[in-house]
């Protein structure tokens, strides 16, 4: 038997299947081994995992860590460490940075940077730009992961392509077998109605809301599925967050669309009622968190596959520009890599969902749906040995103060959570334990690579 670097054991191993107690050995960054620990060989280190859960690490393919050009907002390396002791092992990057990834040399400085400070596995999105056709090909020969499309966007850094250059990048993309993820708003509707509330004067918070109506996003996910249909480019719908979009996604479906769907924490757990608690202004996201009725919806959605993928949308800003007076200075978002497990494990907790329905939607469709599945998303002899250890029995308290992103205004200030990560490894190395980071600024790698 030829020694490991390091053998796990006494833990119950989770997988979208069931749960078996088995014992784990890693060597050279894999898992190499799968068995009683009687079988185990011998082994450098030994993780003793008695009374925990082990998953496969989460893979969130929607974050926005921030470089260049909002560093005062996050870094790589602020970043990394907040996703590690979240048990977040892969992260997909955002394009709308400044510069945007909407070109070559703009993606091989993320991928170089990222390289720097990353203790988690990484991939880096560009972006579909109206201009950039000729870019994307390049882009995905240097490494790209995926590409991004804001079909809904009104930042100047990242503005919504035409219908027809989105067909024409479709087409590509589908020769290239690469998925896009879409933002799914109505960009002239977004852009009517925010001219016309400002002209009336609102600056409440509802004014978002009335912005960003259902009828927005149903619109443009039913748009982009007619789109995918014709082209053959595989589809992934970002941050699905209203009730009215799920017939549209079923429709696709149903029609053979390789279409995946993602949702967020903040769509599940919260609603407009959280405004209250928060300070109104606190609660803008974009897409927007809705009124009650849609977060019910969209549970069941996810736990019946209409909704494929649990991912965070993490795109974290310091507490002051998310308490500014008027909604629309008021920054949109919220980091989400630290918080995600815990909350849903906590939903695990409460009877409102499974283990295995957990590392179903966090950990192997978003490693299907991006070509990752079985190197990651999985627990399996020659897998990546990217493991979380958690422990359902630790309570905890979410608090901002505690959470290692620079902009930390969660809206989860204050909530109680049952179900934790307790230890992170990322390829059979141990970089968060009990709640610290520990891994090594570098070690993080481009899963394309
Ligand atoms: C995103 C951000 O801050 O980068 N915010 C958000 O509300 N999702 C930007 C965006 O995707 O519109
Ligand atoms: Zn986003």
Partial sequence: ???????????????????????????????TRIGPAEEMPPAAEHIDASGLHVLPGAIDVHVHFREPGFSHK?????????????GVTTVFDMPNTNPPTSTVDALRWKLDNAGRQAIVDFGIYGNIAPDNLAELRPMAEAGAVSFKLYMGSENPLVPCPPDGAILDAFA?????????TVHTENTPILEWRGARLRAAGRTDAAAHLEQHADVAAAEAVSRVGIFAEWTGCKIHIAHENSRYSLPHIRFAKARGVDMTVET??????????DGARLGENFLRVKPPVREPGHSGPLFDALLDGTIDILSTDHAPHLPAEKRRASIWDCAPGFPGVETSMVLMLT??????????????????????AFGLYPRKGVLA???????????????????????????????????????????????GRTVALDGRPTGTPGWGRNVVA
């Fill in 74 to 86: 996050e870094t790589w390396t602020s970043a990394t460490q907040a996703a590690a002791v979240g």
């Fill in 264 to 273: 967020c924490p903040h769509y599940l757990l919260l609603t407009t009622d």
């Fill in 1 to 31: 038997m030829t020694q490991a670097d390091t053998i796990i054991t006494g833990g119950k191993l989770v997988s979208p299947e069931g749960i078996v107690e088995a014992a784990i050995a890693i060597a050279g960054g894999r898992i």
């Fill in 347 to 368: 939903e695990v907790s409460r009877g409102r969902m499974t283990l295995s329905d957990y590392v179903r939607m966090a950990s192997a469709k978003p490693a299907k």
């Fill in 381 to 427: 002899e020659g897998a990546d040995a990217d493991i979380v250890l958690v422990d359902m029995e630790k309570r905890g308290t979410i608090r901002a103060e505690n959470l290692h992103s620079i902009g930390n205004a969660t809206p989860f200030e204050g909530f109680a959570v049952q179900g934790m990560p307790v230890r992170t490894l990322v390829r």
């Fill in 172 to 180: 590509l993309l589908a020769e290239l077998g690469l998925r896009c």
